[in-house]
């Protein structure tokens, strides 16, 4: 059933509008049906940092000096974290621009459901496939490369509140950028090359102390770096603290990052986002 049907049958029975959440909860189970339907869209997102995962884990395997950890452990919680910004950043800024282009978004303003639903719909998407692919990656470390789950119940509270900001962060971002391709066919140029160029230079594909200090400098900028660490910090032993650059997992600066990512990016989201695109004016 559509958001508008679902604002009609709401009106007709109650005889008022429904509100932005109800609206947002059937746009969000719309949103989770279309990308089971387009099932090599799930089979790429599922399975894209499952299979580099194995890759690297299988190129890097030896232990890294000092840490208590092997290369392949490191991997995992950088994998979640480039797991979790594919699913928002990436998917919203493509997804957003695609549907701008084909004029979905002129339609759907000219619906009853409100601005906040869309965007309530989105987030429950990548709520969905962020979770699940952040378990599947969790799955394969903890079956084939020796990561423990934390049995400190700060830590999954720690994992907890980390998921939510990364995940919220992000996905602002990627709504931000949704508006910067001029058309769905540059769409995943303009997305996929700032993505593809954080995770060299936030220790996703590369470990974090080999790394030029400039270049984490620069990606401590964004919030890739820090979902990285915070990931590290939840997941490996606190012996691997000796490889980030400031010596410690840093939960408190994580924090500040991730959250001050989620008020910028609801401030650019506000100051750039278009129903239209440019050709319309």
């Known amino acids: 059933m559509t958001t508008t049907a679902v604002a009609s049958r709401t009106r007709a029975r109650t005889g008022r509008q429904p509100g932005a959440w109800t609206l947002g909860l059937s746009r969000g189970a719309l949103e989770i049906r279309q990308f089971f339907r387009q099932r090599d869209q799930v089979v790429f997102t ?166 030029p200090d400039w270049m984490l400098n620069v990606g401590a900028l964004f919030p890739l770096k820090w979902l990285c660490q915070g990931l590290r910090g939840v997941f490996l032993p606190d012996s691997a603290q000796v490889l980030e650059q400031g010596g410690s997992w840093e939960f408190g600066k994580v924090a500040l990052v991730l959250a001050a990512w989620c008020v910028g990016g609801l401030v650019l989201c506000l100051l750039t986002f278009r129903w239209k695109d440019r050709r319309d004016g």
């Open 46 to 211: 599922f399975s894209f940092p499952v299979v580099f995962l194995f890759l690297f884990a299988a190129i890097f395997h030896d232990d890294v000096r000092g840490s208590g950890v092997n290369a392949s452990q490191l991997y995992v919680p950088a994998m979640m974290a480039s797991g979790i910004m594919s699913t928002s950043f990436q998917s919203l800024g493509i997804s957003i621009a695609v549907e701008r282009d084909e004029k979905v978004l002129r339609r759907l303003r000219g619906t009853p459901m409100s601005p906040a639903a869309y965007f309530l719909g989105k987030i429950w998407l990548v709520l969905f496939t962020g979770v699940v692919e952040t378990a599947i990656l969790l799955c394969a470390g903890t079956a084939f490369y020796g990561v423990r789950l934390p049995s400190d119940a700060s830590r999954w509270a720690d994992f907890g509140w980390i998921l939510v900001l990364g995940l919220t962060g992000c996905s602002l971002l990627g709504i931000a950028i949704s508006s910067v391709p001029r058309s769905a066919k540059s769409a995943s140029s303009v997305v996929v090359l700032p993505f593809l160029v954080l995770q060299f230079i936030s220790g996703v594909y590369i470990s974090i102390d080999t790394i």
